[in-house]
């Protein structure tokens, strides 16, 4: 079957602007997590749910980033103002449940530069 | 100090050689362990999962869990070309986010 999905694959921006990461997960998963890896790092977790709802947002650096899961499905990272530092790769993962258990499938990634 | 710590390497091994990637982890709450493997530009995949102490094996690999030292290890035996990636070991924190090490950069050539 798919695999998690992300969109788009490469992004590039001008510090200042406003981004969208999406994030389609595997059909029937109800956990979604964001991570983000910079070059050289393991990726470090930014926010997940569990259907519709943000379980955990502990991970997001600021108020300029911001997710949303409106339907339990897909899942959209909104960056605002971005900066330089906000440049590297935005990974979803998806999974059947939060226990620690159930594996996380991950996408390929979005890789954002901001200039 | 982080909460988990990797070798980032680089590793360089010859083919047929055995690979012996660790970490160690500060909490004590951890209590499920995984190493995933990276190829460039790709997503990390699970490779092994082990939640006790001991050894667990799959084929070429072996995933060993020291609880009392805080500290986990990976090895290959007969390591192969296509097992040049970067290995990445963590850990499942409460509502089962995971927590990574830097992952290890390994290469073997043929």
């Known amino acids: 079957g798919a695999g998690v999905s992300q969109t788009p694959s490469n992004k590039v921006t001008e510090k200042g602007k406003y981004v969208e990461l999406r994030c389609d997960p595997i059909?029937?998963?109800?956990?979604l997590y964001w991570y983000r890896q910079s070059l050289g790092q393991g990726p470090e977790f930014l926010i997940y749910?569990?259907?519709?709802?943000?379980?955990?947002d502990s991970g997001l650096p600021n108020d300029r980033f911001f997710a949303v899961r409106p339907e339990g499905s897909v899942s959209t990272l909104k960056i605002q103002r971005t900066e330089r530092g906000d440049s590297a790769v935005y990974l979803c993962?998806?999974?059947?449940?939060?226990?620690?258990?159930?594996?996380?499938?991950f996408g390929p990634g979005t890789r954002l530069t901001v200039l | 100090q982080k909460e988990v710590e990797q070798d980032p390497g680089p590793l360089s091994v010859p083919e047929g050689a055995i690979v012996s990637l660790n970490c160690t982890y500060s909490?004590?709450?951890?209590?499920?362990f995984m190493w995933y493997r990276q190829y460039s530009r790709k997503g990390p995949e699970l490779l092994m999962y082990?939640?006790?102490?001991g050894n667990k094996e799959d084929g070429r690999f072996t995933a060993q869990v020291d609880k009392s030292s805080k500290y986990i290890s990976l090895f290959i035996r007969d390591s192969q070309p296509s097992d040049s990636a970067t290995y990445l070991c963590?850990?499942?924190?409460?509502?089962?986010?995971?927590?990574f090490g830097q992952g290890t950069e390994l290469s073997v050539k043929p």
């Open positions: 993962a998806s999974s059947t449940g939060v226990g620690g258990t159930d594996t996380q499938y």
């Open positions: 909490n004590s709450a951890f209590q499920y």
């Open positions: 082990t939640y006790s102490s």
């Open positions: 963590a850990m499942s924190a409460p509502g089962g986010k995971l927590i």
């Open positions: 059909s029937g998963h109800t956990a």
């Open positions: 749910f569990q259907g519709t709802g943000a379980a955990d």
